[in-house]
T-cell receptor, first 114, second 109 residues
Framework: ETGVTQSPTHLIKTRGQQVTLRCSSQSGHNTVSWYQQALGQGPQFIFQYYREEENGRGNFPPRFSGLQFPNYSSELNVNALELDDSALYLC?????????????FGEGSWLTVV | KNEVEQSPQNLTAQEGEFITINCSYSVGISALHWLQQHPGGGIVSLFMLSSGKKKHGRLIATINIQEKHSSLHITASHPRDSAVYICAVRSTSGSRLTFGEGTQLTVNP
């Protein structure tokens, strides 16, 4: 039990649609990161939020966007879905920005785009 | 070349064997994480290292900062250890984690 919950666990969307994935972190975890993991590969960094502001972004297009809320929850939004967006999306939270904090992952949201 | 390289990609062992998974990285880091991922997808943090060695039960993780190399060891392996083991580093220059491709471990009874 990591204290990080993600929803939905599985969903199927059609190409061109929009999707919102949600993450609820532990109280006090003011840093949240989102990762995309394609089948058989390691996770790829999408972006990170610290105290409700984006403070790092990976090599993903602007149609990937996010929000972080004061209640330690966050969202990942993907517009204009493409087939290659099919993947496991992972949320990870920690207390503070530095590298010295344990990271807690959610179970992930499996997205299939058809 | 990826910033984080793991070896081997796949590993099959018999129950009771000693297992080593290796991770090499090419950037300066503030921390290295060893993670375990089961087929359902969820990831569990096993260790966070910035120097030296850590032990938890049958698991041992070591890091050599000068050589930019870390190892994860499992003693007396058990079928329930079967999972993907992932090495991830947080660079000194950024906030992101960079992951290796993972090592699929299968321990047969």
């Amino acid at each position: 039990e990591t204290g990080v919950t993600q929803s939905p666990t599985h969903l199927i969307k059609t190409r061109g649609q929009q999707v919102t994935l949600r993450c609820s972190s532990q109280s006090g975890h003011n840093t949240v990161s989102w990762y995309q993991q394609a089948l058989g590969q390691g996770p790829q960094f999408i972006f990170q939020y610290y105290r409700e502001e984006e403070n790092g972004r990976g090599n993903f297009p602007p149609r990937f966007s996010g929000l972080q809320f004061p209640n330690y929850s966050s969202e990942l939004n993907v517009n204009a879905l493409e087939l290659d967006d099919s993947a496991l999306y992972l949320c990870a939270s920690s207390a503070g920005q530095t590298g010295g904090n344990t990271i807690y992952f959610g179970e992930g949201s499996w997205l299939t785009v058809v | 070349k990826n910033e984080v390289e793991q070896s081997p990609q796949n590993l099959t062992a018999q129950e009771g064997e000693f297992i080593t998974i290796n991770c090499s990285y090419s950037v300066g880091i503030s921390a290295l994480h060893w993670l375990q991922q089961h087929p359902g997808g969820g990831i569990v943090s096993l260790f966070m290292l910035s120097s030296g060695k850590k032990k938890h039960g049958r698991l041992i993780a070591t890091i050599n900062i000068q050589e930019k190399h870390s190892s994860l060891h499992i003693t007396a392996s058990h079928p329930r250890d079967s999972a993907v083991y992932i090495c991830a580093v947080r660079s000194t220059s950024g906030s992101r984690l960079t992951f290796g491709e993972g090592t699929q471990l299968t321990v047969n009874p």
